[in-house]
């Protein structure tokens, strides 16, 4: 391990985990100062945090005066203290690393760690791929749904987020909780902890800026093969492993692509709204998967889940037509893409965490074929989701798209100013219930109800 009794540690950003980080670094280094990057937190949490023996600052220290630095991946790299660590040698550690290197204490004997990162899909693929390994094992997911029981049926635990620390608290939540498994899912935001005995890669497509616009999301993402533990596994959107070139041959890589092209292990062999065929070409273990038409969800909004969790099953030894019965049984996942009633109205739910305006335009183009006349919701919980989604482009959105609805519900404070295009057509609600609420009343039955907030669920 990196860190070792007499290491002096300086943990930065408190706001994304760091501190859940510095509390266990304390356990194991002789001393933590905890930086409060962003002037975020309270002062009682900072006075907890010195009262277990964790230094804390509001303002950049001097890198030199401590042997390690643990920083988020999107922590600008002009900041101070990494300025200093970079002219003063000083090693600097990721949050992901860090949580990597803190997960090598818990006792994960005969247990499998699976970890999954990408820009789209992450819950939606971690959530099929946790009902299809229940059908034979317990499995416990840890998504931007919450902390889940796969064999109970039953969240154990809401609000966490899916920064690398989270794993920490959902597994210290399940050791007091007396909560056995054998497989754990965590879905994380830009990469993985290097820990995981399988890593997933869903896509890096429409990659973004970070870290004050200093770096791509899609170089923390690759971090998930470069830090891989040996002997490990790797599952691998294809067009990450185009972007990345060559990968390490001390891990084991399975590649999928969510397109039809047999060059990959698991691929589409057709695909269409009536349903999708996929081929798997593993050693010496190959066939076909049936994906049948589905009435409760968009099935082409799914088709990197599908191809990824199947891969990622049968890499793990599951039998296909037992991935073919849970594909077979899957009714689509809360929020994404998910077609179901409201009091004789048609509601297409699509409000997620990762709900963006390409994914709002799809969702308004397959509510055009599921009828004629069509109330949109659309807009972010800003209290809830770092990234909300831009004025501007929502605006954009309303010049090209709003002849195309009845009606238009714009949710969140920063979607006021754009009522004022049309104050006939556009309403405006604070959050996504009253938003639902609004489009019912302006709906009648059979009427369409399409709903993109981008927000937590």
Sequence with gaps: MIFHSRSRAAVLDLTHGGAVIARKLKKITGAVTAIDVYGTMSSELLAELESEGIKTSREPLKASDFDIIVAPVHLDANYPMLLDASANKIPVLSHHQAVGHILSGYDLKNRTIIELTGTKAKTSTALL??????????????????????????????????????????????????????????????????????????????????????????????????????????????????FFGACRRDIDIISFTDSINAACNVYFESLDAKGATLGYFLGVEHGR??????????????????????????????????????????????????????????LIDNSNSGMDIRTAIKALEYSKKEGE?????????????????????????????????AALVLVGERMKPLIVKDLKKIHHANDLPCGIELARSLTKEKDIILSCVKCFR
């Design 129 to 242: 791929l946790a009902d299809i390994l229940s059908r034979e094992k317990k499995v416990i997911s840890h998504t931007s749904r919450g902390l889940e029981d796969w064999s109970t049926g039953t969240v154990l635990r809401k609000g966490l987020s899916i920064t690398p620390a989270s794993i920490l608290t959902a597994l210290d939540h399940l050791q007091d909780a007396g909560i056995g498994f054998d497989v754990f899912i965590a879905e994380i935001s830009l990469g993985g902890t290097g820990f995981a005995d399988i890593g997933i890669i869903t896509t890096i497509a429409n990659d973004y800026k970070i870290a004050n616009n200093t770096r791509l999301a899609s170089d923390a993402k690759r971090r998930m093969i470069l830090d891989a533990k040996p002997r490990s596994k790797l599952v691998v959107n294809n067009d990450a492993l185009r």
């Design 289 to 346: 998967i049936h994906i049948p038409e589905a009435s409760d969800y968009d099935i082409t909004s799914y088709k990197t889940a599908f191809v990824c969790a199947t891969s990622v099953a049968l890499c793990m030894n599951i039998d296909a037509r037992t991935i073919e019965r849970s594909l077979l049984e899957f009714k689509g996942a809360e929020g994404r893409m998910r077609k179901k009633s409201l009091d004789g109205r048609i």
């Design 373 to 405: 006349r069509i109330v949109m919701v659309l807009g972010e919980e800003a209290k809830e989701v770092c990234e909300g989604l831009d004025p501007a482009v929502v605006d954009l959105f309303i010049n090209d798209h709003l002849h195309e609805v």
